[in-house]
């Protein structure tokens, strides 16, 4: 019987150093998953090999998710309660994020105490992670909104790229419509039936469709009422013109169909691709409503920060991870600029020598540095939980009131539609 009892306790023994040895062995591994191999993925390649200098011992596993993917793997895992299969940190879409952290509220990792200085970002992509006092997330690329124009197509009209600086939507018509006139150009394009350029519009004036408790802000919204004015007044002047698929957006830019577009920045990529147009493209600040209290020059279009799960074995390592690359590395956001255009929104990146280089397909522009400054103007706003149903909810809202519907009445609609998903 002893012997029976001491041979159990060794094979116990075995089993718990065998334990802790593979416990052991994975306390230096994070896992990261990201989609975009030519954006995200490069950046956190960069960042596993900065972090190598720093702390050689940790192992950084970078998996490609994609965003769709992702999504669907979070909400099975959390719902379940079975998150042993999820990574340590994730990419996570900004106008997302607040969805995911109030319909989960322990599924992520507080990174309020990590030492990582959130005002060294730009103040918009702090606002959006921080919930109830708490950092969730380290803000990652910079979506600031840019009016880029073709400077030759508005020389033959008569015009400059100083013309369109600091204007207003009334400035910006005005001479659209003359300069569609004289070259039969529109100045910008956007998809029917989808509210990009209405999102940017709204984030510039420092409103969105949920106000700053999370209530739906949608048919008593002044401010949203005067931007679908002046959409539709861009569209009947003929200044902006809509196309149909993505594809066509992107060729409408890249062929010349139209003098520019306002978008995030990153569609710089797009409009760099066409070589045989390099030095004809300048970038400025977008217009700003002429009659809406707050109004500004400034938006976003798009972004992501990255975040630490709760269930991670290592969160202060993900979490120093993040501090000393993303949150605290200069030469990393200089290195991923060239291949992938990403642009930081943390903050001492613009005043890199990297940042401030002449641009030669811009004409000579030192356009990060100008875009670094953008980002750091841009109104902050409360995306809310709902956000995704409320912008489609404004979809429908618009294509009815381009088909004649009455402003408030469509507007309203939409307000209803979302409280209905929000079970008000």
Known sequence: MKRERLLILSSVVVVVIAFSGIVGAQTNKITVWCWDPGFNIVAMETAREIYRDINPDAEIVI??????????????SFA??????????????????????????DAFYDLSNSGIDFSRFAEFKVKISTINGKHYAVPFDNGAAINALRVDILEEAGYT????????????????KDILEKTGKALN?????EPDLLMLMMQSVGTWMFD?????????NEKIKEIVKVYIELLESGVLVHVNEWDQYISSIQSGTVAGTINGCWIIGSITQQE????????TNIPRLDNVEGASNYSNQGGSSWMVLASSANPELAADFLKHTFAGSVELYERILPSTGAIATYLPAKDSDVYNQPHDFFGG???????AEYADQVPEVNYGVYNYEARDAIATAISKI???????????????TVKFIMNY
């Open 80 to 105: 379940a309660g079975q998150t042993s299969t999820l990574p340590d940190i994730i990419l996570m879409q900004d106008n997302a994020l607040q969805k995911f952290v109030y319909n989960y509220p």
């Open 189 to 193: 394009s956007a998809l029917a039936g």
């Open 161 to 176: 790229i100083e013309d369109f600086e600091d204007i207003t939507y009334s400035e910006y018509i005005r001479m659209g």
């Open 63 to 76: 998996e490609e998710v994609a965003w769709e993917d992702l999504q669907t793997r979070l909400n099975v």
């Open 402 to 416: 381009i088909r004649g519907a009455a402003i408030d009445s469509a507007l309203q609609e939409a307000e209803n």
């Open 276 to 283: 045989n147009q390099r030095g004809k493209w300048r970038i």
């Open 212 to 220: 700053e408790n999370g209530e739906v802000n949608i048919a008593n």
């Open 365 to 371: 522009q030192v356009v990060f540095a100008k875009i």
